[in-house]
């Protein structure tokens, strides 16, 4: 990082998000940067985005966002910088762009999108998946180069019919509408349907939930706690990551898998993943 990193712009969100994923793979569409797997991790070295319309996609962020879930926004975080004035481009697909000037000199994180940002069009939960999601990524076409140390996603969702925020939709979120059926919305409110509500609890509000059924919201790490991939966190999970406990983490392993938030270390933020999901089922 060519001094210290600063962030371009704030955000919050009220939104569930899935959290920060960087990619794993790069190149599947558009391969015309120099080093361009050096934008998986934020570790001071360096792509090259050089002559527009020259492009360079990136997939396999591991999203895994419930299936009935709304999609609210999406950030795009590209730590960069430039020697002179310059933009950086971010496509999420075809017809969907948005860009910024590039920081000069010193590394700093540009922020395309926001929490609320849709980018001009709806999205489904598939929409993100690792088979269907390639974003790419392009200089502005100054003349000057841009040099990329990381790429980072953020999907902002809501799975409405969680009702009661507990991560899954069960019994305990049916019991809360069949106590508010065909009055007003209460605390919290089962007015889930429409997006937004219609002030009654009717038969709409019933379908969405029977739709989302069992779905857990997982905060985009359950799938990943899974490190033995037998369909349940427990004993075994936590073995193979007892065994990576602290270690120094990169791309493309992560410390076997360990380090959920890729942070570069095995830590207590993976531990609390990893405890968050405890003998939940995939």
Known sequence: MNGPITETANFTSDTEPSGWHSPSTTGSLYNTWTNPS??????????????????????NFGFYIPRHATIQGIEVKIECHAQNTQKILCALRSGVAKYNFVPIDTDAIVVLGSSTDLWGRSWQATDFSDTSFHPFFADGGYGIP??????????????YADLNRDGIVDIEDFAILAEQWLGSPG????????????????????VKLAEAWGEIDTGGYYLDADLNRNGIIDFADFNVFSKQWMGNCNVPDWCSGCDFNKNGSVD???LEILAKYWLEGT
């Open 268 to 270: 207590l933020l993976d």
């Open 146 to 159: 841009v040099y990329v140390d990381h790429i980072s996603i953020n999907i902002h969702y809501q799975l």
């Open 38 to 59: 050096n934008a998986l991790a934020s570790d001071d070295s360096y792509a090259q985005a050089f002559g527009y319309p020259n492009s360079q996609d990136y997939g």
């Open 187 to 206: 605390n919290p409110s089962a007015d889930i349907s429409p997006d937004g509500g219609n002030g009654v609890i009717d038969l709409q509000d019933f």
